[in-house]
């Protein structure tokens, strides 16, 4: 599979590199808006991933150069529609019925096939790889890193190098953004590194457990564990009254910068061509076909000269679906069309003078039947 090294027009910041750990952000108040520098083509990013964009994504910029056209797409001169044979049916449904607790084999063994009916259905599958980016505000304690806020214009989110996964494997990737990183006072605790202590209120004492705060034991004997004042020394803050800051670690400072978050991922559309077959089209979601076609380009085209007019059309509609929907807010970097044959055979059979019916269905020779006659107990099927 091909694997791309960088997104287009990448350049790579030598200080911070490609990828690092997002730090872990402290629970608490957001920071406020005016912690934030002006960053030039960074105006809509807000802290903890806020965007002015509707969608939360950074539309791509326009190509410099024209895109490449998509190839017309070969025609298969294959479109054999293979038949199950009737001990293939027998022994699916075999197959089926020895996994079920409940089930007797007698209909298996004694069953008499009297029709078995091909309904074999096509599926159509449209994937789109798309990269995606979106910027928010962050932050991390303060601890000598560089700073270069303004030491030059800040590269564009398109413009930042990525690595990306082979086509077709969702990934996603977090990249510091050069020349936006400065340093700010601590907003939770403004820029002292403590706050105060949650569990005493910043008195450093509270009411004692052994007696309740009231410096007094059940026999009105002074308690012993507090001395008799009703207080001990709170255990969160070693009674200071005051922690240390989680958000700044203590240092007051912090460093805020912006992170770029690339996302790439595979959108997938399905069309199953419609059957008389009386099988639930849902139930196919579950198995495989034989592959009959398949093509894979930068943009596709739409599907033409197939035998099933439906699956034609349908191409034709999630194709242009796709261009229009991810092309707004992502990078389309390849697409990939397939069809599948899924035979569906429906099997009628007589057991005891009665008609029966059951349907095999995908290459997996996937069993489903409504109405089996000889169960020894309430079941779902």
Not at 73 to 86: K, L, V
Not at 93 to 122: D, H, L, Q, W
Request: aromatic fraction near 10%; proline fraction near 8%.
């Amino acid at each position: 599979m091909q694997r791309p090294n960088v997104s287009n027009d990448g350049i790579i910041n030598p200080v911070y590199g490609l990828t690092f750990s997002a730090p872990v952000m402290a629970a608490g108040p957001a920071p406020p808006a005016n912690m934030f520098n002006t960053v030039p083509g960074y105006e809509g990013t807000l802290a903890g991933g806020g965007k002015k964009h509707a969608s939360g994504y950074l539309p791509p910029p326009m190509p410099s150069a024209p895109m490449p056209a998509p190839e017309q797409a070969p025609r298969s001169p294959d479109w054999h529609i293979p038949r199950i044979s009737e001990d293939s049916a027998r022994e699916a449904f075999a197959t089926y019925v020895s996994s079920k607790c409940c089930y007797s084999s007698a209909p298996v063994r004694e069953g008499v096939i009297t029709n078995m009916e091909p309904f074999n259905t096509y599926r159509y599958r449209l994937e789109t790889f798309t990269e995606s980016r979106s910027t928010e505000w962050s932050q991390e304690p303060f601890k000598g890193q560089v700073l270069d806020a303004g030491a030059q214009p800040a590269p564009g989110p398109w413009q930042i190098a990525a690595q990306a996964p082979a086509f077709f494997q969702d990934h996603k990737q977090t990249v510091k953004v050069p020349y936006t990183s400065s340093i700010k006072n601590c907003h939770m605790c403004q820029g002292v590194g403590r706050k105060p202590c949650t569990t005493c209120a910043g008195a450093g004492t509270k009411p004692c457990r052994m007696c309740n705060g009231s410096g007094h034991r059940e026999s009105n004997d002074r308690c012993m564990h507090c001395n008799g004042c009703g207080h001990e020394k709170c255990s969160s803050c070693s009674g200071n009254g005051t922690c240390q800051c989680d958000t700044c670690q203590g240092k007051g400072k912090l460093l805020v910068f912006i992170n770029l978050n690339v996302k790439w991922s595979t959108e997938k559309d399905e069309f199953v061509a419609q059957d008389t077959s009386g099988l639930a089209a849902k139930r196919l979601g579950t198995v495989t076909g034989k592959e009959l076609f398949k093509d894979a380009q930068f943009m596709v085209y739409p599907v033409a000269g197939f035998p099933d007019v439906s699956v034609a059309q349908a191409s034709e509609r999630l194709v242009g679906d796709h261009r229009v929907k991810y092309a707004q807010t992502s990078r389309i970097l390849q697409q990939r069309q397939t069809i599948e044959l899924i035979p569906i055979t429906k099997v009628n059979y007589m057991w005891k003078g009665k008609p029966y019916l059951y349907y095999v269905y995908g290459n997996e020779f996937k069993v489903y039947t409504a109405d089996y006659p000889a169960t020894c107990c309430c079941s779902i099927i």
